[in-house]
């Protein structure tokens, strides 16, 4: 029984350290590519969001933000996108 404890701690040590490791996640969305960085490695800003538009913004990023917007999405789009940018960030649904 020690084997099977010390192989699950092992698989367990291994697959926090693969997470902490793992590199951003890309996904397409209305024609563009966004990047959306590791979960430990996201802007601290993201703790003080106190929404879901500030959130997916800081996520994202400046450029990458800006590339979306200039798509002219709409509110129900917007549910769409951050529902996707959460997936990504292994988050899951985003609750819209």
Same mark, same amino acid.
Request: no cysteine; proline share 4%.
């Given at each position: /029984? %020690? $084997?099977?404890?010390?192989? +699950? $701690? @092992?698989?367990?040590? $291994? +697959?926090?350290?693969?997470?902490?490791?793992?590199?951003?996640? *890309?996904?397409?969305?209305?024609?563009? *590519? &966004?990047?959306?960085?590791?979960? #430990?490695? /996201?802007?601290?800003?993201?703790?003080? +969001?106190?929404?879901? #538009? *500030? =959130?997916?913004?800081?996520?994202?990023?400046?450029?990458?933000? %800006? $590339?979306?917007?200039?798509?002219?999405?709409?509110?129900?789009? &917007?549910?769409?996108?951050? !529902? #996707?940018? +959460?997936? =990504? @960030?292994?988050?899951? !649904? @985003?609750?819209?």
């Amino acid at each position: /029984m %020690a $084997a099977t404890a010390n192989q +699950a $701690a @092992s698989a367990k040590t $291994a +697959a926090k350290k693969a997470e902490a490791e793992a590199g951003p996640t *890309t996904f397409e969305h209305r024609g563009i *590519t &966004f990047q959306v960085p590791n979960a #430990l490695d /996201m802007p601290l800003e993201l703790l003080e +969001a106190e929404d879901e #538009l *500030t =959130a997916v913004r800081l996520i994202v990023g400046d450029e990458q933000w %800006a $590339a979306y917007k200039a798509t002219r999405p709409t509110i129900r789009e &917007f549910g769409e996108f951050a !529902d #996707l940018v +959460a997936k =990504a @960030s292994g988050q899951g !649904d @985003s609750g819209n």
